[in-house]
């Protein structure tokens, strides 16, 4: 996966965070815009089955409407304002569809695609979110990653193995105990760890993974992580890591 990319790897945390709404198509111009080889981002499946991008099950944090992605439609969810809370000047930004970013962006950008998947039963998000990338013909630019490994597996029954796929973990009490320290590596058969930077030490690098870590924002840190030796940086302002 690394093998023609930068190294490390800079990836825009859902787009260019910092400058512009998250998850939102601005966001991702940005990045293109400012030469930011990769972005990260979240994928959904609406009501009636298509995959959009927005980070929250709950739409109250960036939208202000009491529901779920899940519980609504395409068409309800289009119409949502997903800029204003950063800023009135972002005003009637809207969620984007993966495949519009993928028609738009094309194989100018390295994607990080993180199911948002709650279930361990599986849903067709997985076998949805491959399909897209092999009708973009993306397959060479995209990784997918997740915290419920069971989200992992169910995508892995489609690509086969085609696709890099990465656990993310973090010390956090939304995550079940048995997942903070990356045990879902071995539920998947992923190939990558994207752990929170404060969980990255020397004893974790030695496990010979690749390692992609997040949200990066302090210099030092970054530099601190790259010497340690990361692959990646998950950044709300990555332009900051590109030297």
Known sequence: MFNNLPNP?????????????????????????LKIPGIEFDVHLTKDGKLVIIHDHDLSRVASVNALVEELTWAELKELDVGSHKNSSFKNERIPLLEELFDRHKNNLFYDIELKEETFKETSLGEKVFA????????????????????????NKYAKNMIP??????????????????????????????????????????????????TVDDIQTGENLIEMGVKGLISNDPKKFLN
């Open 165 to 214: 796929m990465a656990t993310i973990f973090a010390i956090d009490e939304e995550v079940p105990k048995i997942l903070q320290r990356g045990f879902g590596r071995h539920l998947a058969p992923t190939t990558i760890l994207k752990p929170e930077f404060k969980q990255v030490d020397r004893k974790l690098i030695k496990k010979n993974y690749p390692i992609i870590t997040w």
């Open 9 to 33: 790897l800079i990836l825009g945390h859902r787009g260019y965070s910092s400058l512009a709404p998250e998850n939102t198509m601005v966001a991702f111009d940005k990045c293109v815009e």
């Open 132 to 155: 897209a990338i092999k009708k973009a013909k993306l397959e060479e630019y995209c990784m997918v990653s997740s915290f419920n490994p069971f989200a992992l597996r169910h995508f």
